[in-house]
């Protein structure tokens, strides 16, 4: 079965220093890859790699088997990548239906995407995101009223509405409450029916909850993957990253 996402020998080098060394990553169509690893361990450069961010000194990525090293972040992002990235980059005064007609696929700037004829298409596209991240009583409150978890799932909504087929997501939980954390995990779950799914994540009791494949990063290299089983017990995890006493806790 080929990837839908493939990484192959990648180094990112940043004046000088090696911020990704030899990554290997495969993700493939529906399922969840959660990346942990700890600060500095180039999680989200990574990501930024991907969606050309930042330059890939070398190696190669491929999407669905088509290389896209180096191309321009619009083009990733028309291919089928979407990136939701640390903090929430939401438009505050407006509505979470505005919000989401602005992000769907093919609309072209503000004024433009609100001026232009709602058809019952796109009317029901942003209602079927609503429902899945939650947000669909909260469709015409204002942004800046939502809370802080809510302002994350509003951007999730914004890049599901770009119709991607895989979706990258750095920290979705920072700052989050348990109950909106959790919350977050069933929106994820959801979305990987229809989408691949990779997730940077702190938090080992979410990603207990939504990891099918964690892979686990150190000093910019691949330090273990497998399920969560596999990575609580792997000694090399507990030794730099997890401890032991997370690990007895996580499991």
Same mark, same amino acid.
């Given at each position: ?5 493939s ?5 990112? @080098?940043?004046s /000088?220093?090696?911020a990704l060394?030899? @990554? ?8 969840i890859?959660t990346?942990?690893?700890p600060?500095?361990?180039?999680k989200?450069?990574?990501?930024d790699a991907?969606v050309s961010?930042?330059? @890939?000194f070398?190696g190669?990525?491929?999407y669905? /088997?088509k290389?896209i090293?180096?191309k321009?972040?619009?083009e990733?992002?028309r291919?089928g990548?979407?990136?939701?990235f ?20 093919g609309a ?5 995407s ?5 058809t019952?298409?796109k ?5 079927d @995101? ?7 009583d909260q469709?015409?409150?204002q942004?800046? $009223? ?7 799932w ?10 991607p087929s895989?979706v990258?997501l750095d920290?979705?939980?920072? /700052?989050?409450?348990?109950?909106e954390?959790?919350m977050?995990g069933?929106i994820?779950?959801?979305i990987?029916?229809?989408h691949s799914?990779?997730v ?7 990603v ?12 910019g ?7 969560v089983q596999?990575v609580? $017990?792997n000694p ?5 990253y997890?401890g032991?006493?997370?690990i007895n806790?996580?499991?």
């Amino acid at each position: 079965m080929e990837a839908v996402l493939s990484v192959k020998d990648l180094n990112v @080098v940043f004046s /000088g220093f090696k911020a990704l060394s030899g @990554v290997n990553l495969d993700v493939y169509d529906g399922e969840i890859v959660t990346i942990i690893g700890p600060n500095g361990a180039g999680k989200s450069t990574l990501l930024d790699a991907i969606v050309s961010k930042s330059p @890939v000194f070398s190696g190669h990525i491929y999407y669905h /088997g088509k290389e896209i090293t180096n191309k321009s972040p619009h083009e990733v992002a028309r291919l089928g990548i979407g990136r939701k990235f640390q903090n929430p980059n939401v438009y505050n005064e407006l509505t979470v239906f505005d919000n989401i007609l602005l992000a769907l696929k093919g609309a072209h700037g503000i004024l433009a995407s609100i001026t232009s004829k709602l058809t019952p298409a796109k009317k029901g596209k942003i209602y079927d @995101v609503l429902e899945r991240t939650g947000l669909i009583d909260q469709a015409f409150d204002q942004v800046s $009223s939502l809370s802080h978890g809510q302002k994350q799932w509003v951007e999730i909504s914004m890049v599901l509405a770009q119709d991607p087929s895989i979706v990258l997501l750095d920290e979705p939980t920072a /700052g989050m409450t348990t109950d909106e954390t959790y919350m977050t995990g069933e929106i994820i779950q959801s979305i990987a029916k229809t989408h691949s799914v990779v997730v940077i994540e702190h938090d080992m009791e979410f990603v207990k909850q939504i990891a099918e494949r964690i892979v686990v990063l150190h000093q910019g290299s691949v330090l273990a993957e497998g399920s969560v089983q596999e990575v609580q $017990s792997n000694p090399k995890v507990i030794e730099v990253y997890l401890g032991r006493e997370t690990i007895n806790a996580a499991a």
